[in-house]
């Protein structure tokens, strides 16, 4: 099992940046693939972005492309958003989710997951 703790949101306004960082415990880091989702009122808990195990390969929902950058440090058991150029439409609360076996877009293949953190972008 894993644990996981998000940090870093908070309130800024468009065209700002944020990095989101999620600090890892319990069993080893590195057997997980990691993922970012959000959840933005009334909606439904959508797909960010996802990190493999190493590093070596990524996936980015179309709309965060180009925008936002996710990396993981295994060394420290972190793994970390940058989000720039930030638009009022990605107020949401992140989550950061980890899973055994290859990256993944599909929040059901996930099977732990932070307590979410809010990252408000006002216009």
């Known amino acids: 099992q894993v644990q996981l703790v998000e940090s870093g949101g908070g309130l800024v306004r468009a065209g700002g940046s944020l990095r989101l960082s999620c600090a890892a415990s319990?069993?080893?880091?590195?057997?997980?693939?990691i993922g970012w989702f959000r959840q933005a009122p009334g909606k439904e808990r959508e797909f960010v972005a996802t990190i493999s195990w190493s590093g070596a390969s990524t996936d980015y929902e179309d709309s965060v492309k180009g925008r936002c950058t996710i990396s993981r440090d295994n060394a420290k058991n972190m793994a970390y958003l940058q989000m720039n150029s930030l638009k009022p439409e990605d107020t949401a609360v992140y989550y950061c989710a980890a899973k055994d076996g290859p990256r993944s877009n599909s929040r059901g293949r996930y099977d732990y997951w932070g307590q979410g953190i809010q990252v408000t972008v006002s216009s």
């Open positions: 319990g069993r080893a880091f590195t057997r997980y693939s």
